[in-house]
């Protein structure tokens, strides 16, 4: 990579091209638009923001003790405050704390925790400024659009739940991240890789929303012949 394509404006520029080229779907979204969804699919939903709060609080404060960048202490006010929304939205939606672990949950249920986890393990500064970069623009996107049709939708939805996704992600965080990255290019950080890494991130992102579509279907069948892994497999 050339030093013109060292920069922050570069990366996210090759980020948004590739939105463009290749943009992923969020099936969630289009559940809501066409008003096929229900209780089950918000008890889905919310499950996994539970589930990713939880882990977005040891991502953080992994980064905080890796890479020492005062970003991570607003990341994890974002998923504290996060867990403390959940907990008042989770009844309105049937989850008590017994049921909030037992729900079905496959792979894409774990794709945007799992990968974050990954990617502050064994990403450079840069590497996971981007990733976490398109993790906030791709789901605080997303989840504003969703908020929108919650509130068109003929389904009932607590209003709770709509300011939630309304809310989205804090104003600002986003740049505040770049500047991890922008650290990263400054230390001289390998960025041959981070795009990339960035648009897997936003692909887990689009597996996130479709997790919530039918978690039955994303759950692995008991009885599952063993076999090698799916042709999508990145390894």
Known sequence: M???????????GKLVELRRRNPIPNLFLERVKSDRFGRED???????????????MTVYALGTALHRHEVFQDLNTMAVDARSHLSSIRPLVGIDDESAENGAVGPDGFAC????SWAVLHCNRAELGLVMYADLESYGGGSREIADAMQVASTEVPEQIVRYYA???????????LGLVQEGI????????????ARVMEECVGRYWQAAVAPERNAPERNAPEGNAS?????
């Open 2 to 12: 050339n030093s013109a394509e060292r920069n922050v404006e570069s990366l996210t």
């Open 42 to 56: 918000l008890r889905a939903l919310i499950r996994g923001e539970i589930r990713t709060a939880e882990a977005e």
């Open 186 to 197: 400054d230390r001289g950080d390998d960025v041959s890789r981070a795009v990339r890494l």
């Open 231 to 235: 042709e999508g497999d990145p390894r």
């Open 113 to 116: 925790p799992g990968f974050l």
């Open 167 to 177: 809310d989205g992600v804090p104003d600002g965080l986003s740049s505040k991240v």
